[in-house]
């Protein structure tokens, strides 16, 4: 079955702490794809990253930086230098690509919070 | 473009009431969905559509309607309120990927209902 674990609930760093944030994932489908959101206490969900299961190179935006990894299943997100504006709720999410499927997969996410 | 827009974004009901959910988008997307989060419980989805005059059901469709007349706009109806409903719905959007849902969904800035 399809599955996706992000088992840090809650994640306190002070402003500059590089932090990572974990997803684990299953499937039994070997076409997948991964995404990650971020909800800041605004409340909206922000699209950060989708990745294919084919395409195993890490990712690298600014401060940010995914790492994908087939062999442990998992689709880490690294936040170098932390800010307190990262401070967010952050959803991963997995979606396999079989021709009848309608449905993602969401994490139940990890609360960040950046001190200053 | 607007993406995906949501009305209201806050609305108050007394048990029994029935309301509906404003949902649309521009940008010509086939998929669209509506979820709820709830806290510790992450998204959860309630209807989908994958075009339109076609929706079916995801994981919690009990006391919810929708329809889908256009691309463009996909209601959400709530028709006898309960305090159960109370949540923060979300709709979102996408192109499908050769039919399943491997594209990325852009989501509306949500609505908070409380049912009293």
């Known amino acids: 079955a399809q599955k996706v674990t992000q088992a840090q609930t809650e994640i306190s760093v002070v402003e500059k702490e590089d932090v990572t944030l974990d997803c684990v994932y299953e499937t039994r489908d070997t076409t997948y794809y991964l995404f990650w959101y971020k909800q800041p206490p605004s409340g909206e969900l922000v699209f950060l990253i989708r990745?294919?299961?084919?395409d195993e190179q890490n990712e690298i935006s600014g401060r940010y930086s995914w790492n994908f990894q087939k062999s442990t299943s998992s689709f880490n997100f690294t936040i170098t230098a932390s800010q307190v504006v990262d401070s967010a709720v952050y959803f991963c999410a997995l979606s396999e690509n079989a021709g009848n499927n309608r449905k993602l997969i969401w994490g139940l996410g990890t609360s960040l919070a950046v001190n200053p | 473009n607007a993406g995906v827009t949501q009305t209201p974004k806050f609305q108050v009901l007394k048990t029994g009431q029935s309301m509906t959910l404003q949902c649309a988008q521009d940008?010509?997307?086939?998929?669209m969905s509506w979820y709820r989060q709830d806290p510790g419980m992450g998204l959860r989805l309630i209807h989908y559509s994958v075009g339109a005059g076609i929706t079916d059901q995801g994981e919690v469709p009990n006391g919810y309607n929708v329809s889908r007349s256009t691309t463009e706009d996909f209601p959400l109806r709530l028709l006898s309120a309960a305090p159960s409903q109370t949540s923060v719905y979300f709709c979102?959007?996408?192109?499908?990927?050769?039919?399943?849902?491997?594209?990325?969904?852009?989501f509306g800035p949500g609505t908070r209902l409380l049912v009293l």
């Open positions: 990745r294919n299961s084919f």
């Open positions: 940008m010509n997307h086939e998929y």
């Open positions: 979102a959007s996408s192109y499908l990927g050769g039919g399943a849902i491997t594209e990325t969904q852009y």
